[in-house]
């Protein structure tokens, strides 16, 4: 009775005012979690936690002085070394606490974007011809220093208009075509390439460049490959093949319309 009566009296010294500050400390780490979701951020930062605390075990245990000495003074260095490693992730984590815009797509559910519709009947096209071919879908994050690498063209979007830029015999069709709400902003666009899967043999340029800007924006980008025609979307870091054209509309108009995931169907890079 006498450890009940104890914890009862512990329990009765918890001020409201400590609740709601373990629940503000919970919410900061579950969001910070949440942002860094689906990122290499998962990886590194679990390894980290994992070497920090067999190391501070190590150190308690057989009381190293000295190792706890030089423990004790690295933790200022991680906490610089930190923001340095994690630095794309917590930029993309940044961005997305800034996009308002992408809450107020929640509205727009039911307006399908004609450039959507284009871009599934022509990659259709391009899957059987074999061309190659990328396109990139800009959302709240400007990619206007991508746009001024390119050819403006700022047209109307339309099968014919993708079938021709990426056509093999065209000055246009090496590079990447970025749309700005539903139009051709420009094509023949560099993008920055990926380095995540350098290893990965089966990832082209085009493969490359539409991870890396979905790497450092929140853009969503379509690839047929010029080898196979499969379809891929990159979006948040991360690629998914073999992605069935007849549904492309479907999958691309969800990813645009909000913040909800769509089920994507394919394997992921």
Not at 173 to 181: E, M, S, T
Not at 206 to 231: F, P, Y
């Amino acid at each position: 009775m006498d450890i009940f009566e104890a914890v009862f009296e512990r329990i009765a010294t918890i001020r409201i005012v400590d609740i709601i500050d373990i629940l503000l400390v919970t919410t900061v780490i579950f969001g910070g979690l949440m942002l860094i979701r689906g990122t290499r951020a998962v990886q590194v930062l679990r390894g980290l936690l994992v070497i920090l605390a067999i190391i501070f075990l190590l150190a308690r245990i057989f009381e190293l002085r000295a190792f706890t000495w030089l423990v004790d003074n690295m933790l200022p260095v991680l906490l610089i070394a930190i923001p340095v490693i994690f630095q794309p992730e917590l930029r993309r984590a940044l961005e997305q606490l800034g996009l308002a815009g992408r809450y107020l797509r929640l509205f727009k559910r039911d307006e399908v974007n004609p450039a959507v519709l284009s871009l599934k009947e022509a990659a259709l096209r391009l899957s059987q011809r074999r061309h190659g071919a990328l396109v990139v879908f800009e959302q709240d994050t400007g990619l206007q220093e991508y746009i001024d690498t390119g050819i403006i063209l700022n047209a109307e979007a339309s099968p014919e208009l993708f079938l021709t830029i990426f056509n093999k015999h065209t000055e246009l069709h090496d590079g990447a075509v970025i749309i700005r709400d539903d139009k051709v902003a420009a094509a023949a666009c560099v993008l920055p390439l990926s380095t995540s899967s350098l290893s990965d043999r089966q990832m082209g340029l085009r493969h490359r460049a539409a991870l890396g800007i979905s790497e450092v924006s929140d853009a969503v980008a379509v690839v047929v490959s010029e080898e196979t025609g499969q379809v891929s979307i990159a979006h948040n870091g991360r690629v998914l093949r073999r992605q069935d054209i007849a549904r492309l509309d479907t999958i691309l108009q969800a990813i645009l319309a909000g913040p909800q995931q769509p089920i994507m169907r394919g394997k992921t890079q």
